[in-house]
């Protein structure tokens, strides 16, 4: 049967809850979004995950176009296609495995502080930036490239457990799910989604002009300099992090800028008057 319509008093309460609820949420994003620190980390995370989406959707074609030739392979005995995939593949497997386990075991070495996880994630990227492009520019060989890449991979993922833990240690514990939602909605839509895309872009412009193997290494290079820029980003979240509040300490301690008044988890004790 059809649904009967709530009238009168009943429809204008669904109406206020319905409204109290979205203003709700919106007050939610607007306190996540005014925490700096979380900012500068999205900021530097959606760059990072750039770099993550142009090796995942790009890097297999790039190692073929670049080595199929190369030794251990010959113009006689190229490299299959999907040999490139194969072996990506396992590169990212094991070293994300390796480097997830690492990351977080380094921030406890060095204290798991605000400034402190920032720096891991700031010297991580500078390091997978040289490693990366360099083995894309320099290697020789397919097996040059594997191991130096594997050596950049390491680098790459080692900050996938600080930044995700900075993520909920920034905001108030109440909305670490709501943070880590914004965050991947901001990753998707500034890093892995649009970054394949203007790689191959330029990869495309590349070839218009001259068309070698060697377009690869270069657009390659370009989208992985977005990795520096991330570590620059995160330099900068290290700085905001020596004065931004670290909710894991005291969760319910009033910050500085809002000490004349109630704290946020707090005034959700209070009656409403």
């Not at 319509?5 to 994003?29: H, K, T």
């Not at 909305?175 to 998707?188: C, D, K, P, T, W």
């Amino acid at each position: 049967p059809p649904p009967v319509p709530l009238g009168g008093a009943e429809g204008e309460l669904q109406a206020d809850l319905g409204e109290s609820s979205m203003l709700s949420f919106l007050r939610d994003v607007r306190t996540v979004l005014s925490q700096r620190l979380f900012c500068a980390v999205a900021a530097g995370y959606a760059s990072y995950t750039w770099t993550l989406g142009v090796l995942a959707a790009q890097g297999p074609r790039a190692g073929y176009a670049i080595f199929r030739t190369t030794p251990p392979f010959s113009p006689e005995n190229p490299m299959k296609k999907g040999y490139g995939d194969v072996v990506f593949g396992l590169i990212t497997v094991v070293t994300g495995i390796v480097a997830c386990l690492a990351g977080g075991w380094v921030v406890d070495r060095v204290g798991g502080s605000l400034v402190s996880t920032c720096w891991v994630c700031s010297i991580s990227l500078f390091a997978s930036t040289v490693v990366c492009i360099l083995a894309f520019q320099l290697s020789p060989t397919f097996w040059y490239f594997t191991g130096a890449f594997t050596l950049g991979e390491i680098f790459l993922f080692l900050l996938q457990a600080p930044i995700n833990a900075l993520q909920l240690w920034c905001v108030p514990p109440r909305l670490r799910s709501l943070s880590m939602s914004i965050s991947v909605v901001l990753i998707h839509l500034l890093g892995d989604v649009p970054g394949p895309i203007a790689t191959a872009a330029i990869q495309d412009h590349l070839d218009k002009m001259h068309k070698s193997s060697k377009n690869w290494r270069t657009s390659m290079s370009l989208s992985l300099t977005l990795n520096a820029v991330s570590a620059v980003t995160f330099v900068w979240a290290a700085y905001i992090a020596r004065t931004a509040r670290d909710y894991r300490k005291d969760p319910h301690r009033k910050s500085r800028s809002s000490s004349a008044e109630p704290s946020e988890e707090s005034s959700l004790l209070l009656p409403n008057t």
